[in-house]
T-cell receptor
Framework: AQSVTQLDSHVSVSEGTPVLLRCNYS??????LFWYVQHPNKGLQLLLK??????LVKGINGFEAEFKKSETSFHLTKPSAHMSDAAEYFC????????????FGAGTTVTVRA | DTGVSQNPRHKITKRGQNVTFRCDPI?????LYWYRQTLGQGPEFLTY????????KSRLLSDRFSAERPKGSFSTLEIQRTEQGDSAMYLC????????????FGSGTRLTVV
């Protein structure tokens, strides 16, 4: 079985301040983990993915995430938020045990204040 | 390569009517997935195909839902006797067998049942 829990349903930050989106995962086998972003009325866009290579993963638009097995976490961060970062973010898990189907978290809505 | 294409983009239907959505995956992708996303939630797995074979149907998929991929290329998702609870975004994704993490998502079909 595999699942993810996104610990915050909504995060509000000021432009130029750091962003932290928290995700915990559960997986019976070695997981692959992803972060996707969805802007209003747009499709899902892949930000980054972890595949058991480096534990610190860099993605697009200045985002990065760190895989911590001991904490079963895969938190997403960005040093400085931009207005264009306002969107819905999804943490996703996949593994061999589930034929690599994707299991999504409930999402975190990010609001950026000017 | 034009990505994953879904049609229509929007569909408004009356309760009790049947609707059909189409997904055209990336041409060399032999795996095709359907997800459903309701307001404020992450996408939920519905069903998936390897070529023309339907490998799994989620328990979320009632008997009113049927999906096909007759020639291993495009896929259709039909909902019979629609209910208001079927209102959601229906997402299609595809990938190659050997690229277990290389998912590409379409922009989705938004269904509104009135």
């Amino acid at each position: 079985a595999q699942s993810v829990t996104q610990l915050d349903s909504h995060v509000s930050v000021s432009e130029g301040t750091p962003v932290l989106l928290r995700c915990n995962y559960s997986s019976s086998y070695s997981p692959s983990l992803f972060w996707y972003v969805q802007h209003p009325n747009k499709g899902l866009q892949l930000l980054l993915k972890y595949t058991s290579a480096a534990t610190l993963v860099k993605g697009i638009n200045g985002f990065e995430a760190e895989f911590k097995k001991s904490e079963t976490s895969f938190h997403l961060t960005k040093p400085s938020a931009h207005m264009s970062d306002a969107a819905e973010y999804f943490c996703v898990v996949s593994s061999f045990s589930n034929d690599y189907k994707l299991s999504f978290g409930a999402g975190t809505t990010v609001t950026v204040r000017a | 390569d034009t990505g994953v294409s879904q049609n229509p983009r929007h569909k408004i239907t009356k309760r009790g009517q049947n609707v059909t959505f189409r997904c055209d995956p990336i041409s060399e992708h032999n795996r095709l997935y359907w997800y459903r996303q309701t307001l404020g939630q992450g996408p939920e797995f519905l069903t998936y195909f390897q070529n023309e074979a339907q490998l799994e149907k989620s328990r979320l998929l009632s008997d009113r839902f049927s999906a096909e991929r007759p020639k291993g290329s495009f896929s259709t998702l039909e909902i019979q006797r629609t209910e208001q609870g079927d209102s959601a975004m229906y997402l299609c994704a595809s990938r190659q067998d050997r690229d277990v993490l290389g998912y590409t998502f379409g922009s989705g079909t938004r269904l509104t049942v009135v």
